[in-house]
């Protein structure tokens, strides 16, 4: 019986999830996004001699499409997500019979997750498809730099998707994470400033941490790096997931 119950609710969790999904992908906006970045990943191809699959995905991948498509999401997820509450249709959503964690998962999965896939794929499609023997040669490396483009962007949009909900406003949620974003990227270019200066090289390091992206293909590449530098902002998304869902679940109120 519990199965039974249990099975009804992955597959309303599932149901909701595709349809918020198909709601937060509508044209044109992200369809207009995905021809950017792919036209991108096809010039980027084209101009430059690349001779390796993770020389690939980073040149393709840092810092335009990085940069886009955390921006792109840093106005998306949140004024999606408060727009939601503003609209009503969160308490649509609430009155589903399903948990508030399952759908919290759902709007996680429709409004950050599948859209980073994406939004991070295309271009490396792309990119394969017209180097696709050099790719092939390293298929792992590439898939290992788009898996840490995947995670920090997905950190971003949880971030985001916070902010959203505790805002409850589209225009404050968007100001708030396209200022997040900039403070993190310039919190990167900052620390190695101040460690010039202190002498505290610890702050170099740290800086290479949150640059999770850049961190795993110059790994990869061959240069040195501490196993914390590595796990931080893996650790960070996870932290952040469970914030995100123990806020929906016992904070968050739609009105």
Do not use: H
């Not at 019979?97 to 994406?118: E, G, N, Y």
């Not at 498809?129 to 040669?137: A, E, N």
């Not at 900052?190 to 290479?208: D, E, H, N, R, Y």
């Amino acid at each position: 019986m519990k199965a039974r119950v249990s099975d009804m609710s992955s597959r309303r969790t599932l149901k909701l999830a595709i349809l918020d999904m198909l709601e937060s992908l509508k044209p044109p906006t992200f369809d207009i996004m995905l021809i950017i970045i792919s036209a991108i990943g096809a010039s980027l191809s084209a101009l430059q001699p690349l001779s390796n699959s993770v020389i690939v995905a980073e040149n393709i991948l840092d810092p335009l499409v990085y940069f886009t498509v955390t921006l792109y999401l840093a106005m998306r997820v949140s004024s999606g997500i408060a727009e939601l509450v503003e609209d009503g249709i969160m308490e649509v959503y609430l009155s589903y019979p399903i948990d508030r964690v399952s759908l919290a998962i759902s709007i996680f999965v429709s409004r950050i997750l599948v859209p980073t896939l994406i939004l991070v794929g295309a271009p490396l499609l792309v990119a394969s498809i017209i180097l696709y023997k050099v790719v092939m040669t390293n298929i792992v490396g590439l898939l290992e730099v788009y898996g840490a483009y995947v995670i920090i962007i997905t950190m971003y949009g949880l971030v985001f998707a916070i902010v959203a909900l505790a805002v409850k406003s589209s225009a404050s949620a968007a100001a708030l994470s396209m200022t997040f974003a900039f403070l993190y990227m310039g919190l990167g270019l900052i620390l190695p400033m101040i460690a010039s200066s202190t002498g505290k090289m610890i702050l170099v390091k740290f800086s290479q941490a949150l640059n999770f992206n850049v961190l795993v293909s110059n790994y990869l590449q061959g240069a040195p790096a501490d196993l914390w530098q590595l796990l931080i902002v893996p650790s960070l998304l996870i932290t952040l997931y469970i914030i995100y869902l123990a806020y929906f679940k016992y904070k968050f109120e739609p009105v």
